[in-house]
């Protein structure tokens, strides 16, 4: 029985070893993006991040940002990488505990017999680690590897409680439930879900199964878990000490506690007299309460933190009353669990009628619903089971243990062939044929439903246990959240324990397989003594490895390259490019999580550009935020200029006094005052002046009308009150709609739209002006590696960009095309500016930073660069893109189609850039035999079939062939016939009377007003 216990603890040290490893050498180096970025910052300072806040999470994760070695970003994500490693040991102990229900392990019998134990345990542990969501959760500084460790702790203490609950001291592990229960609160609520499971064990544990009793005792449990466990802890208690002084509040705690203390001490005493004897299971319970309150004190963080005032401190909880607000996310909202399609935004509608009719809300009620006069059951059924059932959670699921497509958003699952218009959707974009698809050929699905069968056929009453945590922990859980179509981002993190269970089943499918063969053999190495001497346990040894290869090694193969960020500084510095692009004490509008959380890091754990007051516009439809921002010093920055009064701001978000949404007028402007030295400065000396700027004024859209939101008001006020006295930025990842139509007055410089006093001349590639010498030193002045400034200092990081053998995410490669639009803006701006080599410097410095064949290009991109090398002199590098571009258009040739840009002026422009005129000319010919009248289309072949002699300095030729296609006009007197002719004839004149102009892209010249665009 030693060897027996010895092996299992060795396989379990294992499997924490191997997991640990795994995603240490995966992890990410520094600040990941989305959430994260606000994590790593709130635990580096102990801060208060948003809503319900993880504080058990930031006081165990800044014992790492101890740690003296390694980027402080990476200290905070081996977190996850460690909690992971014990979530993997608790795993393989549940795996084993579970197999040991109907196979245990006697004196009597050969170690050997337990290899269907030890190997179906290691098996489903490792194709956990190895999965994909699992290990996305594991090398990054969010709070999911941490729950999931919560998870795997309950299930574990479930399971040993189910061994010992006929042995004298079985309370101190459903003890441990409750105070893990308590903890959980601390990290993520997803663990609380474990408890009816445990409910379940008890019931199958202490009595007589019979369908009336069990479906009592479900209720219960749904009872008990919802006010108990969930709303006690997480509502009522909080707002009974809010509504009492706190020495009240306390006396019933501390009261409670004394009493549960005496409980226990009686309890374990034993003896037939005495009350918490008798009345055990009452006891265990009032002291399960408790346990969870004293887990769930970890709350007292947040209103300690709060009160300390950090340059963090979301929704400011300084007060029981606000922790109230800020424990019950009600900045967030509520959402009705019918209809299932509640939003009402266009965002949402245009993917909420493709499952059927919908019609607007009629209102609204107090809590934020809406009220719907008209509900389409059958459609609001197929939006659920379409997309929130199977698109947010089966899919994951099948990603998971059948293999994935591609990293690209939406991304379908892939058996073993994937259809050419899925490749050219999901895997050419990404540039990494090498990684996609990701395919387990299905086995490790197949092997777990095996393993689920084989559950109820040994051990029922179990399997029962863990189905219905894989229920509540999966499809149950997606059906709560109610989450609309579209998601910014993938949202399987969410499901990961319900992975784990399905995992578990891997590992039996693989002991149900071995249980077969050695049946099928004659062999059972339950009962065989001489089972290690017996050469046909070698046979059940092969199944393991079988297995072990099939599954899990399978799984780490197909994902490894997929999941590791060990070289992606692509956060780190993309948040750096933002800031080091404005001025000194620079105000700079943000939008959403990705241009803020990683410029919060940047800021509070890396100390850059702490100047720069950055103005998240998602918070800033909130009164306690726009506070801070007016009264608040955060790193002794400057406080933004905010006219709003405290008093106002003060206000529940819900007095009619606060600021609110407000309608627009179709027709609104809005003015500012300039004074004569900022005129001045921004118009070079031409105005010295007092001026005014007018715009028209631009809301968010809201059906036919537009809406002044409370962020649109706050960016008004900041412009106002600010005088210009500092300057203000827009990140150029913000959208259009927190604009407020400024965007006339923007300039690009660098990753930031300064706003400017007078309209700009629009670059023709961006539609908006550039500051070139900002530009210059952002994009050619770049840093090396291990260079970098706190203060301001123009010069962009680009790490590993160029190196093929990193993988990037898809939310990563996404960012190379803001990139790669500055250094084309950038080239087009030096063209324009009649200096051709400063243009082929960028595009070169461009290819140098962010390689052309790691990161896939749009055609209109590259046939862009083609042209830009072609009119700045560089043939052979013209030609290289030209090429390029045909390539990309004959994979996928009517995809990545931007700005309008028409894919057969495009094909044209690359033959007429590599010389083939006559490709180019058969290009509209094609065209022409479908619009024989078009004017444009045959004003498009006129100009190639010139170019084709100017291209040769044949201006002889040149003149010949114009005459001939004025002469094949004979007598069409159309009008856009007639305005060809006009144009041709001026072209003439140019070549007969002047001397030959340069050789220019005509094909890409606008044809004669009048006929059809194509």
């Known amino acids: ?169 079985h309370e101190k592990y459903l003890l441990g439930m409750a105070y893990v229960t308590g903890l959980a609160f601390g990290v993520h609520l997803l663990a609380l879900l474990v408890v009816p499971g445990v409910g379940m064990v008890i019931y199958f544990r202490r009595y007589q199964f019979k369908w009336w009793t069990f479906g009592l005792a479900l209720l219960l449990i749904a009872v008990c878990f919802w006010i108990f466990v969930y709303r006690f802890p997480l509502a009522y208690f909080p707002k009974f000490i809010a509504s009492t002084s706190p020495v009240v509040a306390l006396i019933p705690l501390i009261a409670g506690i004394l009493i549960a203390w005496y409980a226990s001490v009686k309890v374990k005493a034993g003896g037939s007299e005495s009350f918490f004897q008798k009345y055990k299971v009452v006891s265990i319970a009032c002291v399960s309460m408790f346990m969870i309150l004293i887990g769930f004190s970890t709350y007292t963080h947040i209103l300690v933190r709060a009160n300390a005032h950090p340059a963090m401190n979301e929704n400011e909880p300084d007060q029981v009353g606000e922790l109230v607000s800020y424990l019950g996310r009600d900045q967030y909202g509520n959402r009705a669990d019918w209809p299932r399609r509640e939003e009402v935004d266009n965002y949402y509608r245009r993917y909420q009628d493709a499952y059927g009719p919908w019609d607007m809300p009629v209102g609204q009620n107090d809590d934020g619903t809406y009220i719907f006069d008209k509900v389409y059951p059958s459609a609001e059924l197929n939006f659920m089971f379409r997309y929130q059932i199977y698109h947010m959670y089966v899919r994951y699921l099948f990603w998971n243990f059948v293999g994935r497509t591609s990293d690209v958003q939406d991304a379908p699952v892939a058996l073993f062939s ?139 193969i197909g994902g490894w390259k997929l999941h590791d960020r060990s070289a992606n500084w692509v956060p780190w510095d993309y948040a750096y490019n933002i800031l080091q692009s404005c001025e000194k004490d620079a105000i700079l509008f943000t939008n959403g999580d990705n241009d803020t959380f990683p410029l ?74 300039v004074p004569g030295d900022v005129m001045a400065w921004a118009t070079g000396g031409k105005i010295k002046d007092d001026g005014k700027m007018s715009w028209k004024l631009e809301g968010m859209p809201y059906g036919d009308s537009q809406i002044l939101g409370v962020q649109h008001q706050l960016v008004l006020d900041i412009l106002h009150t600010n005088k210009w006295k500092r300057p203000v930025y827009f990140s150029s990842s913000t959208q259009a709609d927190v604009w407020c139509g400024l965007k006339p007055y923007f300039r690009a410089e660098g990753m930031a739209y300064r706003i400017m006093p007078v309209q700009q001349p629009p670059n023709p590639l961006t539609d908006m002006s550039m500051n070139t010498e900002v530009m210059r030193k952002c994009l050619i002045g770049t840093l090396p590696a291990d260079q970098n400034f706190t203060e301001p200092h123009y010069g962009f990081k680009f790490r590993n960009l160029n190196n093929p053998k990193d993988f990037f995410m898809d939310d990563h490669r996404r960012l190379m095309i803001n990139y790669r639009l500055m250094y084309i803006a950038l080239a087009n701006e030096e063209l324009s500016e009649k200096n051709p080599k400063g243009a082929i410097e960028a595009l070169n410095r461009m290819e140098k930073e962010i390689a052309p064949d790691m990161f896939g290009m749009p055609y209109p991109f590259l046939a862009e660069i ?149």
């Open 866 to 1014: 083609a042209d830009i090398y072609h009119q700045a002199g560089d043939a052979q590098k013209s030609a290289d893109y030209a090429n390029r571009t045909l390539k990309a258009m004959e994979r996928n040739p009517n995809g990545q189609n931007y700005g309008g840009m028409d894919p057969i002026q495009i094909r044209a422009r690359m033959y007429s850039d590599l010389g083939d005129y006559n490709q180019a000319i058969k290009v509209y010919e094609d065209v022409r035999k479908q619009y024989p009248q078009d004017p444009n289309v045959r004003a498009q072949i006129e100009n190639l079939r010139l170019d084709r002699y100017l291209s040769k300095h044949d201006t002889t030729g040149a003149v010949a062939e114009l005459q001939k296609i004025i002469g094949e006009y004979g007598g069409d007197t159309s009008q856009g016939m007639q305005a060809n002719v006009v144009a041709l004839r001026a072209r003439l004149a140019e070549l007969t009377h002047t001397k030959p102009a340069a050789v220019t892209d005509s094909s890409n010249k606008p044809a004669a007003a009048g006929g059809a665009a194509h």
């Open 418 to 556: 994937v259809a050419d218009s899925t490749r050219n959707s999901f895997i050419e974009p990404t540039g990494y044929d090498d990684v996609f698809p990701v395919r387990f050929f299905a086995i490790p699905l197949i092997l777990g439903l095996i393993g689920f069968f084989y559950h109820y056929y040994r051990d029922w009453k179990m399997a029962v246990v863990f189905t219905t945590l894989f229920l509540l922990l999966g499809v149950i859980a997606t059906l709560q959240q109610n989450q609309q179509q579209p998601q910014p981002r993938e949202r399987d993190y969410f499901y990961v324990g319900s992975f784990m269970i399905f995992a578990i089943w891997v590992g039996l499918g693989v002991t149900a397989i071995a249980d077969f063969i050695t049946k099928r053999v004659g062999v059972s190495a339950e009962e065989d003594e001489a089972a290690a001497r017996n050469p046909k346990t070698m046979v059940l040894a092969a199944v393991m490895v079988v297995g072990l290869i099939a599954a899990p090694i399978n799984m780490a």
């Open 600 to 673: 919060w890091y940047m800021q509070d754990v890396a100390g850059v550009r702490r100047d720069v007051r950055v103005v998240n516009l998602s918070l800033g439809q909130t009164s306690w935020y726009i506070w801070q921002l007016k009264n608040e010093r955060p790193w002794r920055a400057l406080q933004v200029p905010i006219s709003f009064s405290n008093d106002i701001l003060r206000l529940s978000e819900r007095d009619q006094k606060a600021l609110h949404p407000k309608s627009m007028p179709p027709s609104g402007t809005e003015e500012l005052d």
């Open 1 to 169: 029985m030693k060897q027996y216990t010895l092996t299992n603890r060795v396989l379990a040290g294992v499997a924490f070893l191997v997991t640990l490893i795994t995603y240490a050498l995966t992890l990410q180096p520094s600040v990941p993006f989305w959430d994260c970025g606000e994590f790593s910052a709130a635990t580096a300072w102990q801060q208060v991040p948003h809503p319900p806040g993880a504080p058990l999470f930031l006081m165990v994760a800044r014992w790492f940002h101890m740690l003296p070695f390694g980027d402080p970003g990476w200290r905070i994500n081996m977190i996850s990488a460690v909690c992971s490693a014990g979530t993997a040991a608790f795993v393989y102990y549940v795996a084993v505990k579970i197999i040991e229900r109907w196979r245990p392990f006697k004196q009597e019998h050969s170690l050997m017999s337990a290899i269907p134990t030890f190997g179906g345990a290691l098996i489903g542990t490792l194709a956990f680690t190895w999965s994909d969501t699992q290990w996305f959760n594991s090398v990054e500084s969010e709070v999911y590897a941490a729950g999931t460790l919560l998870i795997a702790w309950m299930m574990y203490l479930m399971m040993r409680w189910d061994e010992k609950a006929e042995t004298k001291g």
